[in-house]
């Protein structure tokens, strides 16, 4: 007995009342929050320490020259100017950053975040930061086919699907100390309560079930998945089931509980076709006046009639050669 037709929903419209409010657990506040880096653009940072660099080796040149001309009061300086000058440009190259679409550049100075660098192509910020490379493409997360216990205390198979994307890169690197792994264990926390506070089949038609209100429960776990990964600076974009289904110690109990439950709804629908159709063939032969039934015919005739419309094999016909009353 499977369902695995994935369930839609997303972490917008999740304001179905109270049935669906977020049950998470109270997340410390950030203490870091994105800032965007100081930074120029690194095509003329790059510009600016190639000259540098040239400059300082022209300086060598020169005063090498002035030095082996006899004039070193000149020449000594001018070169150790120039070495400086050519040693600090090639330091500051090392300041050019590529930033590549759909990727950030968090930015630190001695240990302390200074910012985050969210254009793509050249940059140039200080050399002496250091940074570190984050992806801002969108993602999914497919967790393992988790068996848990319904709200009925079923065994029960499920696993979805999250979409995800980091959205504060300072609270994704700084706050959680691995944040994919975070998201992973939170997503299968969410996943196994949303689980065990509802049925799988509900008894009561009013009630929520994971299979009959797939919408309703797939927005209570985005809420509840929002709440649980907000510290780590991610954005839940959507989330569906992508396995439902009975355990299979007791999934041939409840397909035979299933097929039991469609087998009196479909005989409820054509005991109710029967007799309409057993009231309209009276109310006829009573307008056309084809024969006159006294009660006791029309009890006949409606037992044939139902026997006929509802019986689930064709039927016998049998001749009665006498009168109905013998």
Avoid at 167 to 183: G, I, K, P
Avoid at 194 to 204: F, N, S, T
Avoid at 316 to 322: A, D, E, R, S
Wanted: net charge negative; hydrophobic share 45%.
């Amino acid at each position: 007995m499977s369902d695995q037709t994935p369930a839609g929903g997303g972490n917008d419209g999740a304001d179905g009342g109270a049935q669906l409010t977020a049950d998470a657990p109270q997340m410390p506040r950030p203490q870091v929050r994105e800032t965007p880096a100081h930074s120029i653009p690194g095509g003329l940072g790059l510009l600016l320490t190639v000259l540098g660099a040239f400059a300082g080796l022209g300086m060598i040149i020169g005063g090498g020259a002035l030095a082996a001309g006899g004039n070193k009061a000149v020449g000594v300086p001018l070169i150790v100017v120039g070495v400086l000058l050519s040693v600090g440009s090639l330091f500051c190259m090392t300041g050019v950053k590529m930033v590549a679409p759909g990727e950030a550049r968090v930015i630190q100075l001695f240990g302390r975040y200074v910012g985050t660098i969210r254009e793509d192509g050249l940059r140039w910020v200080n050399p002496l930061t250091a940074d570190r490379k984050i992806s801002t493409r969108v993602r999914n997360h497919e967790t393992a086919v988790l068996k848990v216990n319904d709200a009925y205390g079923n065994p029960i198979e499920l696993a979805s699907i999250v979409v995800w994307q980091v959205e504060d890169t300072a609270q994704a690197l700084f706050e959680v100390d691995d944040f994919l792994e975070f998201v992973a264990t939170q997503t299968e926390a969410a996943v196994r309560h949303i689980a065990i506070e509802y049925p799988y089949d509900a008894h009561d038609e009013d009630a929520l079930s994971l299979r009959g209100n797939a919408e309703e429960i797939t927005e209570k776990l985005a809420v509840e998945l929002t709440a649980r990964v907000q510290a780590a600076g991610v954005r839940i974009i959507e989330s569906r089931f992508s396995h439902l289904a009975y355990a299979p110690e007791i999934a041939s109990a409840m397909l035979q509980r299933q097929q039991a439950g469609a087998v009196v709804a479909a005989r409820q629908q054509i005991v109710e076709g029967a007799v309409g159709m057993v009231e309209m063939a009276l109310a006829r032969i009573s307008e056309q006046d084809i024969v006159e039934l006294d009660e006791e015919r029309k009890a006949a005739m409606v037992s044939n009639l139902m026997v006929v419309l509802c019986g689930d094999r064709a039927a016998q016909p049998v001749l009665n050669t006498g009168s109905l009353y013998q």
